[in-house]
Nanobody, 122 residues
């Protein structure tokens, strides 16, 4: 089983910055994608940014403001959020997909973090 632990988040004024981090642990053989999603009250969970072997993909509403990065040696992914707006307020979730296992077994995994609150308000 693959576990994700998120850190970062909190309260910030409009125009400010925050950095979210997520560390994956467990019997990870390979990672296909690492990403961040968010869910505001009364709304569905939506993609913020994802990074794969082929590159990065951002939601239009964060392009130019947010940057996703990963450290393959540590199985971590980060989301640097700049120029934050009140509409960025949401619970942010880390998602990691890949293959877990050992030399004897392997299976695909799709794990989610516990979520971290980001509030942008003056």
């Amino acid at each position: 089983q693959v576990q994700l632990v998120e850190s970062g988040g909190g309260l910030v004024q409009p125009g400010g910055s925050l950095r979210l981090s997520c560390a994956a642990s467990g019997s990870i053989l390979s990672i296909n994608a690492m990403g961040w999603y968010r869910q505001a009250p009364g709304k569905q969970r939506e993609l913020v940014a994802v990074i794969t072997g082929g590159g990065t993909n951002y939601a239009d509403y964060v392009k130019g403001r947010f940057t996703i990065s990963r450290d393959n040696t540590k199985n971590t992914v980060a989301l640097q959020m700049n120029s934050l707006k009140p509409e960025d307020t949401a619970v942010y979730y880390c998602n990691v997909r890949g293959i877990s296992g050992t030399t004897i077994w392997r299976q695909a995994f799709d794990s989610w973090g516990q979520g971290t609150q980001v509030t942008v308000s003056s």
